[in-house]
Nanobody, 114 residues
Framework: VQLQASGGGSVQAGGSLRLSCAAS????????MGWYRQAPGEQRELVAVILSGGSTNWGDSVRGRFTISRDDAKRTVYLQMNSLKPEDTAVYYCRLTDYRGGYWGQGTLVTVSS
């Protein structure tokens, strides 16, 4: 399984960005797809995960500002990030989980300036 993330960049506080993560390879029985992030000097943390049935799990710091969705036909998960804050600055990693385990994408940098 390979994961290709895109959509990161620089934005001012209050702005929006949309991240995409496309899965390729032997993707079968995907259980969950989602996003994590890691700021400099910090541990990687959950942003949002969407399960195969459509339910979601959220990190507390982004709840209400970010939206996660998935397109199973395209094997892609999206993260719409609104009302961005400087503290959202981090490398965002895509993750896919199936019955064999979890896979990470390469990460995409999001920088929010005040």
């Amino acid at each position: 399984v390979q994961l290709q993330a895109s959509g990161g960049g620089s934005v001012q506080a209050g702005g929006s960005l949309r991240l995409s993560c496309a899965a390729s390879g032997d993707t079968v029985s995907t259980y969950a797809m989602g996003w994590y992030r890691q700021a400099p000097g910090e541990q990687r943390e959950l942003v949002a995960v969407i399960l195969s049935g459509g339910s979601t799990n959220w990190g507390d710091s982004v709840r209400g500002r970010f939206t996660i969705s998935r397109d199973d036909a395209k094997r892609t998960v999206y993260l719409q990030m609104n009302s961005l804050k400087p503290e959202d600055t981090a490398v965002y990693y895509c993750r896919l989980t199936d019955y064999r385990g979890g896979y990470w994408g390469q990460g995409t940098l999001v920088t929010v300036s005040s």
